[in-house]
């Protein structure tokens, strides 16, 4: 989130979408890292104006978070 904090929100995204991917291979697509690197991606394309893009990841995120997770639980809470 380096390169967000820079400004640089393209680098972000290219990323964000790099990391997605990895872990997607590593740990599978139902895994809380995951969930992580599409709500981070969510954020960058939010600010990019992306609208629809952000609001299908933050759903595809909430989505993951809650098939692993207690209902309770804060990364499911910070989705909200």
């Given at each position: ?9 393209a680098g972000a995204k290219a990323c964000l979408e790099r990391a997605l991917k990895i872990d997607e ?56």
């Amino acid at each position: 989130m380096v390169l967000k904090a820079l400004g640089d929100l393209a680098g972000a995204k290219a990323c964000l979408e790099r990391a997605l991917k990895i872990d997607e291979t590593v740990y599978g697509p139902g895994h809380p890292n995951v969930a992580r690197d599409i709500t981070n991606l969510s954020l960058v394309l939010k600010i990019l104006g992306e609208l629809d893009g952000a609001k299908a990841c933050y759903k595809q995120s909430l989505t993951t978070l809650e098939k692993v997770l207690p209902e309770d639980h804060p990364p499911i809470l910070r989705t909200l």
